[in-house]
């Protein structure tokens, strides 16, 4: 079936450092790649999100790119502070339907002050 | 503007126990709807979702169910817990905007099977 693997499953990063979080999708018919952020207790939370007619998006201190070809997506963060700290996930939607989308495994960010 | 209220947020059952979640949208109409469960620090797994009033589609094989009696309103069922039904139980919606189904999750609710 189609899949989403993301890497790595956890970070740890100096505060004011960079932290990238990269994956892959299967399904070619993808077109839409959310992030979501989950702090700990709470609900997974969108944080920024690029369509496959676009290779970088960006906002303040986060940027998204895509490589629709390798079919590779990455979330970056800059100037990390300690509420950056949390679970991180990928999803990938194809243009099909939204129950279609696909969510990686998640990654944990630890941002050591 | 859309909203999702899940609840309870907190739940603690004994095993052997029924199960009732609720969700309800509003502020949009004939979203998908879906439940997701999280084990304690692990990712998101896909239960159920829907694409209508009575129109269930399940993922994985257990003994829980789902219901969706009325379009903004989504119902996560078991008629017996078991200890492996631990966990954090998300609802979700989707509607398609220009082209794409973006998710927005409920608040969640936390289920302990004692």
Redesign the interface.
């Known amino acids: 079936g189609e899949n989403v693997e993301q890497h790595p499953s956890t970070l740890s990063v100096q505060e004011g450092d960079s932290a990238v979080i990269k994956c892959t999708y299967s399904d070619s018919a993808s ?2 790649f ?1 992030w ?1 952020k989950q702090e700990l ?6 944080i920024i ?1 690029i ?1 496959s007619n676009v290779g970088e998006k960006k906002d303040q201190r986060i940027a998204v790119t895509l490589n629709k070809t390798a079919k590779h997506f990455s979330l970056h963060i800059t100037e990390t502070q300690p509420e950056d700290s949390a679970v991180y ?1 990928c ?1 990938a ?1 194809p ?1 099909t ?3 279609k ?1 696909i ?4 990654t ?1 960010l630890f941002v050591k002050a | 503007s859309q909203t999702i209220h899940q609840w309870p947020a907190t739940l603690v059952q004994p095993v052997g126990s029924p199960l009732s979640l609720e969700c309800t949208v509003e502020g949009t109409s004939n979203p ?1 709807l ?1 439940w997701y469960r999280q084990a304690a ?4 797994q896909l239960l159920f ?1 829907s ?1 209508g009033i009575g129109q269930i ?1 399940s993922e994985v094989p257990q003994n829980l169910s789902a219901s969706r009696p009325q379009d903004r309103q989504f119902i996560l069922s078991s008629k017996k817990l078991l200890l492996s039904d631990s966990g954090f139980y ?1 609802c979700a919606w ?3 905007r220009d ?10 609710t ?1 289920l302990t099977v004692v």
């Open positions: 077109n839409y959310p979501y207790g709470k609900r997974p939370q969108l999100d369509r996930f999803a939607t243009n339907g939204g129950f989308t969510f990686g495994a998640g944990r | 998908n879906y620090g692990r990712g998101l979702y694409v589609s998300l989707s509607v398609q082209g794409v189904y973006g998710y927005t999750f409920g608040s969640g936390r």
